[in-house]
C-alpha cells in the first residue's frame, strides 16, 4: 500500500517501462521541433550570409566604379588645364584668367619641368615627389599617371599626374593631389558597411575601420581579389568583399575596394527567432512532463496511442490527431497532444509564409534596383549627349579654325547652349541629392509672387517658338505678396511649364498659364494640348525616377525624369501641392496650390514621397 502510493505520487519513473514511455513521448514530441529549428537556423543563417555577400559584392563593384569615373573626371579636369598652361609658370594666375573652376577638387597642384624641377606649386602639396619606375614613358604616350605618397601612419596622398603640350618623352608634367574629402564622399555609402581602399603597394588609401582595425584587415591572411571572406575585428567579427579595379593600362595603378559588415548586423533577424524557440522548448518541456506523468499513472493504453501519433510526427505529418475518450487527464493529454501537433503545422506554415515574404521583399527590391539602375542609365546618357555635342564642335573649330565668322559663331552657340543644358541637368541632380537627403535649405521672403511667373513666360517664350507652341498667361487680378523662395519658385514655374512645352509636338498647340486666387491660396493652371496622361500613369508622374511617355518604346521623353519630382517636392516646402488632370489625347492640366500664409512656411524634413518612391514603384 505505502509502496503504491509513493508510486502514485512520482516514484512511476522507477519502473523501466514507465521510464521508456517518458522518453519515448519527450523526443517524439520535442526532437521534431528541435531538428526542424537546426536546419531553419542553419538554412536561414546561410542565406542572410549569402545575401550579404552578394551585397558587399555589388555595393564595392559600384563604389569601385564610381571612384574610376571620379578619376576620369579629375584627368580630364587637369588635361584641361594642362593645355592652358604653355609657357606660363604661374598657375595661380593662369587659373584665374582662364576661368578655370575645378579647384576646389584638388588640394593642390605642382608644375614640373622635363627635368624634373619645379615650376611653381600652387596650395599644399607633399615636398618629395617620387614619381614611379617607368612613369616618363607612361606619361609621354599621352596616358595619365595615378601614384600615392605616403604620410607616415594616416591614410596616403592620391596624386595624378598629365603631361603637358607638346607631349614628348621631355615633356612638362602638370601634377594635381586629389582632395580626399571631395573623392571619397561618405555619403555613398550606408552606415552599416565600412570602407577600406588600398592602392597597388597596399598603401590605404581610405578607411572608415578603425586604425587596429584597419591593421588587422592589412596583416589578415592572404586574399584572392574579388571574392568574399571574413575576418576578425578588435570587438567583432566581419563579413567582407574584396573587388579590385584594374587601371594598370591607363593610370599605372590598381586600387582594391574592400567593403566590411559586421555578423551581428547580417545575423541579426536569428536572434529574436532563437528567443521564441526556446521559450517555446521551455513550455514544451514542461507541458509534456506534467501531461505524460498524468497518462501514466492511469493507463498504458493511451499512451501507445501517443507513441503511434508521435512516431507519424517524427515522419513530418503534423496533421495527426488522437482521439481518446476520457474525461481525466488522458482526455486532456489527448487535446494537449493534438494542440502540439496543430502548433507544429502552424510553425510550419508560419516558416513557409516568412520564406516566402523574404522571397517578395527581395523580389521587391531587385525592382527598385532595377528603377534606380535605369535612373542612372538615363542620367548617365543626358550628361553624355551635351558633353559629346560640346566635345564634337569644340574639336572642328579648333581643326578647322579658319571658318568665316558666321559659322564660328554658330559652333559657339551651339556649345553654350549644350554647356546651359549640361548645367540645367547637373542642377537637377543635386536639387535631387539635398531633398533626398534633407539638407536642403530655403530662403523665404516676403514679396509680390506674380512677376515671377511673368518673368519665367517671358524667358521661356523662345523656347517655346522652337517647337511651335504659344504661350499664353492670364492673371485674374493681382497676385499678394507671399513668404516664398524666389529661386525655387522660379524652378518650379519652369520645370512646369517647360515639362508643357517639351510634350506640345505640334506647331501652334497652346500653352494657358492661369493664376487667381480662392479660399485664401493662390492657384496657378498650367495647361497644354498635348498627348496627355493614362490614367494608370498619374501616380507615377511625381515619383522618383520615374517618366511617363505616349510610346514606351519610341516616345520616350528626354530628360533625367526629376522635373516634375522636383517641382512637387518645392510646392512642399512651401506647404503647398500640385494636383493633375488629365485624358489620354486631351493634354494635361497641372494646378499648384500655394496657401497665402503670414509667416514663413514651416520646413518639414523630406518629402513623404521620397520615402514611398520605392515602395509604390515596387509594388506595382
Keep these: 500500500m505505502g509502496d503504491a502510493s509513493k508510486q502514485g505520487k512520482g516514484g512511476f519513473l522507477r519502473t523501466k517501462i514507465a521510464r521508456r514511455i517518458?522518453?519515448?513521448?519527450?523526443?517524439?514530441?520535442?526532437?521534431?521541433?528541435?531538428?526542424?529549428?537546426?536546419f531553419s537556423f542553419m538554412q536561414i543563417s546561410g542565406q542572410l550570409q549569402e545575401?550579404?555577400?552578394n551585397r558587399l559584392y555589388q555595393r564595392s563593384k559600384a563604389f569601385g566604379l564610381s571612384a574610376h569615373e571620379r578619376l576620369l573626371g579629375l584627368e580630364k579636369d587637369l588635361q584641361e588645364l594642362a593645355e592652358q598652361i604653355a609657357d606660363s609658370r604661374d598657375l595661380e594666375?593662369?587659373?584665374?584668367?582662364?576661368?578655370?573652376?575645378?579647384?576646389?577638387?584638388?588640394?593642390?597642384?605642382?608644375?614640373?619641368?622635363?627635368?624634373?624641377?619645379?615650376?611653381?606649386?600652387?596650395?599644399?602639396?607633399?615636398?618629395?615627389?617620387?614619381?614611379?619606375?617607368?612613369?616618363?614613358?607612361?606619361?609621354?604616350?599621352?596616358?595619365?599617371?595615378l601614384f600615392t605618397s605616403a604620410r607616415g601612419l594616416k591614410e596616403a596622398d592620391v596624386l595624378i599626374a598629365r603631361p603637358v603640350p607638346p607631349v614628348t618623352e621631355e615633356c612638362n608634367i602638370l601634377i594635381g593631389k586629389i582632395n580626399p574629402e571631395y573623392f571619397w564622399e561618405s555619403a555613398m555609402l550606408k552606415y552599416e558597411f565600412d570602407l577600406h581602399v588600398t592602392d597597388r603597394q597596399g598603401r590605404v588609401l581610405t578607411s572608415t575601420l578603425s586604425a587596429t582595425d584597419s591593421m588587422t584587415l592589412e596583416q589578415s591572411a592572404e586574399r584572392d581579389i574579388n571574392t568574399a571572406f571574413r575576418w576578425e575585428g578588435q570587438e567583432q567579427a566581419y563579413q567582407a568583399y574584396s573587388w579590385q579595379l584594374f587601371m594598370q593600362r591607363h593610370f599605372m595603378d590598381d586600387w582594391t575596394f574592400v567593403l566590411s559588415q559586421d555578423e551581428k548586423t547580417i545575423l541579426g533577424p536569428m536572434q529574436s527567432l532563437r528567443r521564441n524557440f526556446i521559450l517555446a522548448t521551455i513550455l514544451s518541456c514542461l507541458l509534456v512532463a506534467l501531461l505524460s506523468s498524468q497518462q501514466i499513472r492511469r493507463s498504458m493504453t493511451p499512451i501507445l496511442q501517443l507513441r503511434e501519433a508521435t512516431d507519424k510526427v517524427s515522419e513530418d505529418d503534423f496533421g495527426v490527431q488522437v482521439a481518446i475518450n476520457s474525461d481525466d487527464e488522458f482526455g486532456e493529454l489527448g487535446l494537449a497532444f493534438n494542440e502540439m501537433t496543430t502548433r507544429l503545422k502552424n510553425y510550419r506554415s508560419e516558416r513557409e509564409q516568412n520564406e516566402q515574404d523574404l522571397?517578395?521583399?527581395?523580389?521587391?527590391a531587385l525592382r527598385a534596383a532595377t528603377l534606380e539602375s535605369q535612373f542612372l542609365a538615363n542620367v548617365s546618357h543626358e550628361l553624355r549627349t551635351p558633353i559629346t555635342s560640346i566635345r564634337?564642335?569644340?574639336?572642328?573649330?579648333?581643326e578647322y579654325g579658319d571658318e568665316d565668322t558666321e559659322t564660328k559663331d554658330e559652333f559657339l552657340g551651339i556649345i553654350v547652349a549644350e554647356s546651359d543644358r549640361l548645367m540645367r541637368l547637373i542642377e537637377d541632380i543635386l536639387d535631387f541629392s539635398r531633398i533626398s537627403s534633407g539638407s536642403l535649405r530655403m530662403d523665404y521672403k516676403k514679396g509680390p509672387l506674380q512677376e515671377t511667373l511673368v518673368d519665367v513666360v517671358k524667358r521661356l517664350e523662345p523656347l517655346a517658338g522652337r517647337t511651335g507652341a504659344l504661350l499664353g498667361i492670364e492673371i485674374d487680378g493681382v497676385l499678394p505678396e507671399m513668404w516664398?523662395?524666389?529661386?525655387?519658385?522660379?524652378?518650379l514655374w519652369t520645370n512646369l511649364i517647360s515639362n508643357a512645352i517639351k510634350f506640345s509636338m505640334i506647331p501652334g498647340d497652346r500653352i494657358d498659364i492661369r493664376a487667381r486666387i480662392e479660399n485664401r491660396e493662390v492657384i496657378v493652371e498650367i495647361q497644354d494640348e498635348g498627348p496627355g496622361?493614362?490614367?494608370?500613369?498619374?501616380?507615377?508622374?511625381?515619383?522618383?525616377?520615374?517618366?511617363?511617355?505616349?510610346?514606351?518604346?519610341?516616345?520616350?521623353?528626354?530628360?533625367?525624369?526629376?522635373?516634375?519630382?522636383?517641382?512637387?517636392?518645392?510646392a512642399y516646402y512651401h506647404e503647398g501641392r500640385i494636383e493633375v488632370e488629365s485624358k489620354e489625347g486631351e493634354g494635361a492640366i497641372f494646378r499648384v496650390y500655394l496657401p497665402i500664409l503670414d509667416r514663413?512656411?514651416?520646413?518639414?524634413?523630406p518629402p513623404p514621397s521620397s520615402e514611398a518612391d520605392f515602395a509604390i514603384a515596387a509594388s506595382n
Excluded at 577638387?105 to 619606375?133: C, Q, V, Y
Design 533 to 570: 496622361i493614362k490614367p494608370e500613369d498619374q501616380q507615377f508622374i511625381f515619383q522618383r525616377f520615374r517618366q511617363v511617355s505616349t510610346d514606351l518604346i519610341t516616345d520616350k521623353p528626354k530628360g533625367t525624369g526629376l522635373g516634375l519630382t522636383i517641382a512637387n517636392d518645392i
Design 51 to 53: 545575401q550579404a555577400s
Design 359 to 364: 522571397l517578395d521583399a527581395f523580389e521587391n
Design 22 to 38: 517518458f522518453a519515448l513521448f519527450v523526443l517524439c514530441a520535442l526532437l521534431p521541433l528541435v531538428v526542424l529549428a537546426f
Design 600 to 605: 514663413k512656411p514651416k520646413l518639414k524634413g
Design 484 to 491: 516664398y523662395d524666389r529661386d525655387r519658385i522660379i524652378q
Design 392 to 398: 564634337s564642335f569644340a574639336e572642328l573649330l579648333r
Design 93 to 145: 594666375r593662369l587659373i584665374k584668367k582662364s576661368g578655370w573652376n575645378a579647384m576646389f577638387k584638388f588640394d593642390g597642384l605642382l608644375f614640373l619641368d622635363a627635368e624634373g624641377k619645379d615650376i611653381h606649386r600652387l596650395k599644399s602639396m607633399p615636398e618629395e615627389l617620387i614619381l614611379p619606375a617607368n612613369a616618363r614613358d607612361h606619361l609621354a604616350a599621352g596616358n595619365s599617371l
